[in-house]
């Protein structure tokens, strides 16, 4: 019996003992306030696939003159550094039931790289219900 296999290391690494990871919250976020919805941090000797990453922002208390408010998918790599990946902003003075939303598909993680979704709001009387959440799959580097 001839068997044939491929001579190298699998194409797919996702099938290497793979891990659901999933993360949620929502939260209101009042005025001057930085609000981490959800975050995922990739551990040593492992490597992430985000499949999708999301934030959603409604106004639920009128935005003040000047107050703005950002939906925000932040990316961490191997420096301590923080890029946005994408951002989206609330305008300003937005009425009761403006909303807006992000999602971002597909972000490949090594080991001790971050995902985080996060709403944000400027000094203001204004109130933000904001929701984000990150679905993907972890494996062995």
Do not use: W
């Not at 975050?39 to 639920?60: D, L, M, N």
């Not at 039931?97 to 995902?115: E, K, M, S």
């Amino acid at each position: 019996m001839r068997q044939f296999s491929p001579a190298t290391t699998r194409q797919a690494p996702v099938d290497r003992n793979p891990t659901k990871i999933s993360a949620h919250a929502n939260a209101a976020v009042p005025g001057a306030t930085i609000q981490d919805l959800a975050a995922y941090t990739c551990p040593a000797s492992r490597r992430a696939e985000i499949r999708v990453a999301f934030v959603s922002g409604v106004v639920t208390t009128a935005l003040a003159a000047g107050q703005v408010a950002d939906l925000e998918v932040l990316y961490q790599d191997n420096l301590p550094t923080t890029h946005i990946v994408v951002l989206k902003r609330l305008p300003t003075a937005a009425p009761v039931g403006t909303d807006r939303d992000v999602t971002v598909p597909g972000f490949f993680l090594a080991a001790t790289q971050a995902i985080t979704t996060r709403v944000a709001t400027s000094a203001g009387a204004g109130v933000i219900f904001g929701a984000g959440g990150l679905e993907g799959v972890e494996y062995d580097a």
